[in-house]
């Protein structure tokens, strides 16, 4: 079974604070992302990797950053965390185009 | 610019009946296509796929899909819905290449009455 783990469920945070989400996957897939999930707007594409070191902006990239230097790794960085950042996050990962597996989440507050 | 509809927002069946949730997409080619379900404060678990051959996709927990290129379409059904089919259902579409990219529609909750 593919496993993607991320590395908390539940955060809270301060305004301001540099917040880090990590995500694990053991399927050595070459593809990871990061999703913002809201109600109402369903999944937003943040930030994916295709490759160690490689990364491409989705369709909502500002105010976060990313990093993947290993394959099996792709983290998630809030620079300065504002409110509007209080969200769901979801990683997952995929062999090339087929199936994306997705994390259980994280659910971040910022205070 | 490719885009995934889900038109209900939020539907509600008693248990027992039947269940249909549509999905339309706009994309010029043959995209890959996907079913996902999110049970409360979890990840998305895929139910079914389509990538090509049979238009009829059979999943997991008793789901099926039919593709129909005519429609643009991939309407989700379930003959019985059973109480703990509540959650909320995502359709997407997937652009062949190989960053595997994903499109998702909006989401769509369903309410199961006993």
């Known amino acids: 079974d593919v496993k993607v783990t991320q590395s908390s469920r539940y955060l809270v945070k301060r305004t301001g604070e540099k917040v880090f989400l990590e995500c694990v996957q053991d399927m050595d897939h070459e593809n990871m992302f990061w999703y913002r999930q809201d109600p109402g707007l369903g999944l937003r594409l943040i930030y994916f990797s295709y490759d160690v070191k490689m990364k491409e902006k989705g369709d909502i990239p500002e105010g976060y950053s990313v990093s993947r230097e290993k394959k099996e790794r792709f983290s998630l960085i809030l620079e300065s965390a504002s409110t509007n950042q209080t969200s769901m996050y979801l990683c997952?990962?995929?062999?090339?185009?087929?199936?994306?597996?997705f994390g259980p989440g994280t659910r971040l507050l910022v205070l | 610019a490719q885009s995934v509809t889900q038109p209900d927002i939020h539907i509600t069946v008693s248990e027992g009946a039947s269940l249909e949730l549509r999905c339309n997409y706009s994309?010029?080619?043959?995209?890959?296509l996907f079913w996902y379900v999110q049970s409360p404060g979890q990840g998305l678990q895929l139910l079914l796929k389509?990538?090509?051959?049979?238009?009829l996709v059979q999943g997991i927990k008793g789901f099926e899909a039919e593709f129909k290129r005519s429609q643009s379409s991939f309407n989700l059904r379930k003959p019985s819905v059973h109480w703990s089919d509540a959650a909320e259902y995502f359709c997407a579409v997937g652009l062949p290449s190989n960053t595997g990219k994903l499109i998702f529609g909006q989401g769509t909750t369903l309410q199961v009455k006993p």
């Open positions: 997952a990962s995929s062999f090339r185009a087929e199936t994306q597996y």
């Open positions: 994309y010029g080619a043959t995209p890959y």
């Open positions: 389509y990538f090509s051959g049979d238009t």
